[in-house]
């Protein structure tokens, strides 16, 4: 009699741990969902030091012309966080769920949201999370070496603003705007923000890293 009731107690407890793994999964998916909208209106001022112009002039300087602020809208590097965290699978539902808020039910994106949006210049970065996801979150699935984390934050990155430039040319181009304005625009958003995408996106990694190791801990 034991013996024929213990394999259906197994089984229940399998059933049981899915639903709990399976709840604890979409719990997963709308806080990093979340963390991203959090994301798009948070702006982080970021101080360094720096050498002005007229320092080679020799103009008179004071100590606040050697720091430069640069205000940096974190969501590159909490979109690479996402794929390092929750994986490919995982994060790219993340992503659509953000996608979907934003084109079909309220306005998470930086300029607004609905279904016009999608002929907004940046569109495309936001429709670059996917593949950058994908791909950085396929790489690091083999572990987090160095060399993975490099790897997945170079094509993540690489990823997303390449691809967001290039729907931004699309764009521009049905709209008949000038190579002034594709250049600048360029500049503006994919110049010097790249380096400090990259470099914080490494920062995600090693924080996402950390972080499954504390909740598988808890689990």
């Not at 112009?53 to 430069?68: K, N, Q, R």
């Amino acid at each position: 009699m034991t013996n024929a009731v213990a394999p259906k107690i197994r089984v229940i407890k399998k059933q049981i741990e899915g639903i709990r793994l399976s709840f604890g999964s979409v719990l997963l998916v709308l806080c990093c969902t979340f963390l991203i909208i959090l994301s798009t209106f948070v702006q982080l001022n970021i101080h360094h030091f720096t050498l002005p112009a007229g320092f080679f002039s020799g103009e008179h300087l004071v100590m606040a012309d050697y720091i430069h602020t640069y205000r940096l809208i974190p969501q590159v590097p909490v979109i690479i966080f996402v794929g390092a965290f929750l994986g490919r699978r995982y994060g790219i539902a993340s992503i659509l769920l953000y996608i979907l808020l934003g084109l079909f039910v309220i306005p998470v994106f930086a300029l607004g949201g609905g279904p016009s949006y999608v002929l907004e210049y940046s569109f495309g970065y936001i429709l670059a999370y996917i593949p950058a996801v994908f791909f950085s979150g396929s790489i690091l699935k083999s572990g987090y070496t160095n060399r993975n984390i490099f790897h997945a934050v170079l094509v993540g990155v690489l990823t997303i603003h390449v691809i967001g430039v290039l729907y931004m040319l699309f764009i521009a181009g049905l709209r008949h705007e000038g190579s002034e304005f594709m250049l600048g625009w360029i500049i503006a958003q994919s110049g010097v923000k790249i380096i400090y995408d990259f470099i914080f996106s490494f920062a995600a990694v090693f924080a996402a890293k950390y972080a499954k190791i504390i909740l598988w801990f808890f689990m």
